[in-house]
């Protein structure tokens, strides 16, 4: 008489069950039951008709995997995960999920500097995986994995150089490492609390600890000599001296409006929301500083019109 490969066991709540198809080859699918309730689950798994030794190998391969299966689905019952977990949506591209992160902050103007932080993870993250990785495949070795890759990774290894021979190696600093794991571990967090992963496999994962980095500031001396010195864009030079009596970040001051600014009594405060932080800042400025905000204008026009960060602001204030 042949022996089945699959053991039956009677106890067993989880059971793995053989179908025989047209073709010859035999199906494998899981019969479980459950409350008093019988269902099917079938594995997308085959035995094949042994011809050859290599098909003998194969089908050992399928059955351990199935075996495998079996055992899961059995230990979620017997924790009262099974049900809970058919819930989520592991099969989402991991890579999709992502690029739909960063046009959300591309969308909001008050994110495109952390956009571009999002968009240069995302070139590291399509040459790590591929478009077939999925949320199931992402656990604590995937992501230990994109750290170790982001130690060892050139910079800038995802574009096209003409020098592709050059011996010369630059890595990724270490604040660069520490802001693209971040971007990873922002996208892995909100797909767990979407109820897209049941488990969050960034628990028990180090990251990246930030490098220190030396802070230039100018002196008061060097502050009086700027304010002295012609400059081809006065609001650059007022928003910068305004920001030495300050404080405030050039981000803040970019998007500062004259509803910020209330005058009360002999004070002039301002009220606003850090850009960064979002949390509500009062901030109560001296008269030198009020000078350089020039004119009131309407409340929603800026105070600093025509200010906008970029590489051409860095080689004026040079």
């Not at 590291?124 to 656990?139: A, G, R």
């Not at 990774?153 to 020098?163: L, S």
Request: proline fraction near 2%; charged fraction near 30%.
């Amino acid at each position: 008489m042949k022996t089945s490969k699959i053991s039956k066991t009677k106890k067993e709540p989880v059971k793995l069950r053989e179908k025989v198809l047209a073709n010859g080859n035999i199906s494998l699918y899981l019969d479980i039951y459950r409350n008093g309730k019988r269902e099917y689950e079938f594995l997308k798994l085959y035995l094949i008709k042994e011809r050859t030794a290599q098909d003998r190998k194969q089908n050992e391969q399928t059955l351990l995997t199935a075996q495998a299966i079996r055992s899961k689905r059995q230990i979620e019952i017997q924790n009262g995960e099974y049900g809970f977990t058919k819930q989520f949506k592991q099969d989402i591209p991991f890579l999709q999920y992502y690029r739909k992160m960063c046009e959300e902050r591309h969308q909001n103007p008050d994110s495109n500097g952390n956009w571009g932080n999002w968009h240069s993870c995302l070139k590291y993250l399509e040459v790590y995986c591929d478009e077939k990785t999925t949320f199931k495949d992402i656990d604590a070795d995937w992501i230990e994995g994109f750290k170790e890759y982001l130690n060892t990774v050139e910079k800038n290894t995802y574009k096209r150089t003409k020098n592709k021979n050059s011996e010369l190696f630059q890595g990724l600093s270490q604040n660069s490492k520490v802001s693209y794991f971040n971007k990873l571990r922002a996208c892995i967090n909100q797909a767990f609390e979407e109820r897209i992963i049941p488990v969050n496999p960034l628990r028990g994962v180090q990251g990246f600890k930030q490098e220190e980095t030396e802070r230039m500031y100018l002196t008061m001396d060097e502050v009086e000599k700027l304010a002295e010195t012609p400059c081809n864009f006065p609001y650059l030079k007022n928003a910068f001296l305004f920001s030495c009596l300050t404080g405030l970040r050039k981000s803040d001051i970019e998007k500062l409006t004259w509803g910020d600014v209330f005058k009360e009594g002999d004070r002039t405060r301002i009220i606003f929301r850090q850009k960064k932080t979002k949390g509500q800042e009062y901030l109560t400025i001296n008269a030198k500083a009020e000078e350089y905000l020039g004119t009131r204008g309407n409340n929603n026009e800026k105070v600093f019109s025509g200010f906008k960060y970029g590489s051409w602001v860095l080689l004026e204030l040079k």
